[in-house]
């Protein structure tokens, strides 16, 4: 299979690239540099070149508060981006993968959200994700749409790498109690997109690590696992206001991997376990 993977660069896509690097695919990874996907032309002209028989976009406008005030590049790169890529494969009869998030979801729920649920994103960067969804459905015919949370890698910065960072420069924090979700990471994350995208069980998914917890949760298991002696204390989101609101409940179901016969994602304890492990050096 020819495999398209643009946003090469981020922390999914490089994760991507690594995997497919070593798998029976052939690979065509593009980083920004290389393929804008908002650049129509550009997009057209690289898909008809290579025919793809895949395209994975982990491409996106992804500063959640910077979207506040940067509507239009987020709606450019995750909406129009996304329909430049979707109308290209439609064109070369490849199939396309969206990379979603949670956040189009308004967290007022209290089980987990299933695929199929109505939307309803608090802010500007869910909006413009959910669009990049909507013209995903309304222009191809072949899509998976997989929806992803808190996500974590050896690549680019993250919550992890964050939290480490802030314990050589701290011994105290706080951090966030009211905010719930399953975090990933992205070696679980692409492993399961690469399995995905080589089937016909095309729609909506949701992939996270199996495993609820709050920010200040993730911390503490963050710190338990490195070895770190720092005092993380409890804070409420009004303590700690940010520019675009967070849904409060973000929990990702499963139903969809589960109806079509994919196995069960690791616990996020044993996935941030073997992260730590594997970067001890951080
Ligand atoms: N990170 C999370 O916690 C999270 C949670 C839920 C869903 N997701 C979704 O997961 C996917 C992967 O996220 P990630 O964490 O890997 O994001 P990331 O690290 O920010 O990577 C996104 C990549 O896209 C590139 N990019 C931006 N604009 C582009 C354009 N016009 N054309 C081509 N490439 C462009 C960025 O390049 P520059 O850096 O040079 O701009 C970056 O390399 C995204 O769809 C995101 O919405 C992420």
Redesign the pocket.
């Known amino acids: 299979m020819k495999i398209m993977v ?8 490089q994760e991507l690239v690594k995997q497919l690097t070593v798998s029976e695919h052939e690979l065509f990874a ?3 540099t290389e ?4 650049n129509m032309d550009q997009v057209n002209a690289i898909c008809e070149e290579i025919q793809p028989h895949i395209i994975i ?6 500063n959640v508060d910077g979207a506040e005030t940067n509507e239009e590049l987020a709606f ?3 909406a129009t ?1 996304q329909r430049n890529l979707a109308v290209a494969a439609e064109k070369v009869g490849a199939k396309i993968c ?6 189009v979801f308004n967290g007022q729920a209290t089980t987990p959200y299933s695929e199929y649920m109505n939307v309803d994103p608090l802010g500007v960067y869910g909006q413009s ?1 959910y669009a990049g969804e909507f013209l995903t459905q309304t222009l191809n015919t072949k899509y998976f749409i997989v ?6 890698g050896e ?2 910065p ?1 919550f992890v790498k964050t939290m480490l960072k802030l314990a050589e420069e701290k011994s105290e924090l706080g951090v966030v109690h009211d905010q719930v979700g399953s975090p ?1 990471y ?1 070696v679980d994350l692409a492993q399961f997109l690469i399995e995905l995208v080589q089937t016909k069980k095309y729609g909506i998914y949701h992939c996270t690590n199996s495993g609820t917890c709050s920010w200040y949760e993730f911390a503490q298991e963050i710190f338990k696992l490195a070895n770190k002696d720092i005092k993380v204390n409890p804070l409420t989101s009004d303590q700690f206001p940010r520019p675009a609101k967070r849904p409060a409940y973000s929990v990702l179901g499963d139903l969809s991997l589960r109806i079509n016969g994919f196995g069960a994602r690791r616990h996020w304890k044993d996935a941030l376990n073997d992260y730590i492990n594997k970067n001890n050096n951080l």
């Open positions: 643009t946003g090469a660069n981020g922390q999914l896509g593009y980083t920004k393929l804008d996907i908002t976009n982990a491409a996106a406008y992804t450019q790169v995750n981006g969206y990379i979603s998030t949670d956040y994700k929806r992803t949370a808190w996500v974590y690549y680019g993250n990933t992205t």
